[in-house]
């Protein structure tokens, strides 16, 4: 039976507002969020593709979307995310890069494993390019450099903390006086968390590392007196609000 005309009006307006829909989810979602395409831009533009580089970066990532349309990841470049990597695994990865005098990192550093890259790449180079969007890193690593990380919690009269990467074991015991952070102001929180869930935390005091501490990272965090957590930054770069200050050490399989 033909349309009636009332029909096929009804029909293009259903379809205009399904693609003006569409449209606005894509420019919400996708449209230029500050300093993402920027950062993509710089990295592109500034590394050769004579450079490694590591990255650990969420599937939903901005970086992912601009890294289609510009050559982020141009040249040798090795994923630590594409499945859960311990940090015995992470390490080896790092040392077979010892010949490269330049190394990248292109890193989320809310997922703990960032932390393990970050930590065996900072261990004997220094920073040579920074910068950061939303606690994802666009840094490079130089042997030449003698530029260290250097962190600190807040914004407004800024608390320096001292960070080490550190391999924790049963029963050790982790303080704030560890890293500089003893008879602050404010709450300093130490926790265990695998993946991105607490399992375990004490606020102003030491940690015990439980001995089903297994496949667990140690993260650090400063909350003012409201709990609400500080924000943490990198000589400057926001990086989020929390530093992972090591991970429980485990053997691996034979």
Same mark, same amino acid.
């Given at each position: 039976?033909?349309? +009636?005309?009332?029909?096929?009006?009804?029909?293009?307006?259903?379809?205009?507002?399904?693609?003006?829909?569409?449209?606005?989810?894509?420019?919400?979602?996708?449209?230029? +969020?500050?300093?993402?395409? $920027?950062?993509?831009?710089?990295?592109? $533009?500034?590394?050769?593709?004579?450079?490694?580089?590591?990255?650990?970066?969420?599937?939903?990532?901005?970086?992912?979307?601009?890294?289609?349309?510009?050559?982020?990841?141009?040249?040798?470049? !090795?994923?630590?995310?594409?499945?859960?990597?311990?940090?015995?695994?992470?390490?080896?990865?790092?040392?077979?890069?010892?010949?490269?005098?330049?190394?990248?990192? !292109?890193?989320?550093?809310?997922?703990?494993?960032?932390?393990?890259?970050?930590?065996?790449?900072?261990?004997?180079?220094?920073?040579?390019?920074?910068?950061?969007? $939303?606690?994802?890193?666009?840094?490079?690593?130089?042997?030449?450099?003698?530029?260290?990380?250097?962190?600190?919690?807040?914004? %407004?009269?800024? %608390?320096?903390?001292?960070?080490?990467?550190?391999?924790?074991?049963?029963?050790?015991?982790?303080?704030?006086?560890?890293?500089?952070?003893?008879?602050?102001?404010?709450?300093?929180?130490?926790?265990?968390?695998?993946?991105?869930?607490?399992?375990?935390?004490?606020?102003?005091?030491?940690?015990?590392?439980?001995?089903?501490?297994?496949?667990?990272?140690?993260?650090?965090?400063?909350?003012?007196?409201?709990?609400?957590?500080?924000?943490?930054?990198?000589?400057?770069?926001?990086?989020?609000?929390?530093?992972? %200050?090591?991970?429980?050490?485990?053997? $691996?399989?034979?």
């Amino acid at each position: 039976m033909p349309y +009636k005309r009332g029909n096929v009006w009804l029909v293009v307006f259903l379809g205009l507002l399904f693609a003006t829909m569409l449209m606005v989810t894509i420019l919400v979602l996708w449209a230029d +969020k500050v300093g993402w395409r $920027e950062a993509v831009i710089n990295v592109a $533009e500034t590394r050769s593709t004579t450079e490694v580089g590591l990255t650990l970066i969420a599937p939903a990532s901005p970086v992912t979307y601009y890294a289609r349309f510009y050559p982020l990841t141009a040249g040798i470049t !090795i994923d630590i995310g594409w499945r859960q990597f311990t940090p015995n695994e992470i390490q080896a990865i790092t040392t077979s890069l010892d010949n490269n005098v330049s190394v990248w990192a !292109i890193l989320d550093m809310q997922i703990a494993s960032s932390w393990d890259a970050l930590a065996a790449l900072s261990n004997r180079r220094g920073v040579g390019y920074r910068d950061s969007v $939303e606690g994802t890193i666009f840094y490079r690593f130089d042997e030449s450099s003698n530029d260290n990380l250097v962190f600190q919690f807040g914004d %407004i009269n800024p %608390i320096p903390v001292v960070w080490g990467y550190q391999s924790y074991r049963v029963g050790d015991s982790i303080c704030p006086a560890d890293f500089a952070l003893a008879n602050q102001s404010h709450t300093v929180e130490i926790s265990l968390i695998q993946e991105a869930t607490p399992i375990t935390r004490v606020t102003n005091d030491c940690l015990t590392v439980p001995e089903d501490a297994d496949m667990s990272h140690v993260r650090l965090s400063l909350m003012n007196n409201n709990g609400q957590r500080l924000p943490i930054s990198e000589s400057g770069n926001p990086w989020g609000d929390f530093l992972v %200050i090591g991970a429980i050490a485990h053997d $691996e399989a034979d």
